[in-house]
């Protein structure tokens, strides 16, 4: 299986142990959604801002026997219309972080 990361950074998958076991490294080419900023209002004097998504840039077509590691705004854009997209588990319970609370890893990847 190729596995090819469309994110702009290595994507580190660690054990339950802290030791890393498995790398991505960031492919150079990054999948991204576009997006258009709208200010709907304002609350308490502070602007509100209203983000419309379009459509997904830089994301491969399906290739057999491949599987792309994308961001998670890309997945969720694209949720349950390819097989082939999966991303880091940057939730509590996947993300695991450093001292200052910056993720260094993850412990599993989750499939869109």
Do not use: F
Not at 41 to 66: F, I, M, N, S
Not at 83 to 95: H, M, R
Request: glycine share 14%.
């Amino acid at each position: 299986m190729k596995v090819i990361n469309l994110t702009p950074h290595d994507i580190v998958v660690v054990g339950d142990d802290g030791t890393e076991i498995r790398r991505y490294p960031a492919s150079g080419q990054v999948a991204r959604v576009g997006s258009r900023v709208e200010i709907v209002g304002e609350l308490d004097g502070v602007p509100v801002a209203k983000h419309q998504y379009g459509e997904v840039e830089g994301l491969p077509a399906p290739e057999p026997g491949t599987v792309y590691l994308v961001s998670l705004v890309v997945g969720q854009a694209l949720a349950g219309t390819r097989d082939d997209l999966y991303g880091p588990d940057t939730s509590p319970a996947g993300a695991v972080r450093d001292s200052e609370g910056k993720i260094i890893g993850t412990k599993r990847l989750v499939k869109y």
